[in-house]
């Protein structure tokens, strides 16, 4: 039996994984006292794609807020609180020199600010562009929501890593494309079946430092 070869990266899914809320967009939303389920339904339904889904969430900001810019939506997100165990587990994968990486199609801003308060390598998300006061004006799609995967395989092929030195953690079947490119799968406090099924891992409960033990690092 072939030995795989050592963990060299670990891509985390953000919302409801690597910080304690469901969705940063939902988040958002409840602030302004909105909500998007009709598009959450539309675009689970393949009726509109990722920038349609943008386009439609900020158009419910402006009815709120017309001008809202890029310092209003880092206050608002600034109280999102990390998840239980988030330092502890970056902590003990830096050791072995692990590249860390938030690959999430939630807001930049947000996973800007766990990358910097948990030390990760690298954030991944979705954005605004903005004018020059900085006023939202339109998405930015850094990462397809249903093709996770896509964004997953283009990092390993910038740093120079394949999908056998690659682990995954997520909470919900939209990260179920990160397993895909991963050799380790992790359905970390699982939203549904499906991220169960697609997982070769599981953690129940609101505790990241549990995810350790799916590693088997040295």
Partial sequence: MTTPPPLRLVAFDMDGTL????????????????????????????????????????????????????????????????????????????RPGITTAIVSGGIDILAERVQRELGMDLALANGFETDAEGVLVRGIIRVPVKRKEETLRALQARLGLTPAETASVGNSEIDVGLFRASRVGVAFNAQDDTVLSGANAIVVGKDLRNVLQAFNLP
Avoid at 44 to 62: G, K, S, T
Avoid at 64 to 80: F, G, K, M, N, Y
């Fill in 19 to 94: 910080v304690d809320i469901v969705s940063s967009w939902a988040y958002v939303h409840a602030h302004f006292g909105a909500n998007n389920d009709e598009a959450v339904r539309a675009f689970m339904n393949n009726e509109i794609d990722d920038v349609e889904f943008v386009r439609r969430d900020l158009a419910l900001w402006h009815k709120h807020a017309p001008r809202i810019s890029v310092q209003d939506l880092t206050q608002i997100l600034s109280e999102v609180p990390l998840m239980p165990g988030a330092r502890e587990l970056m902590d003990r994968l830096r």
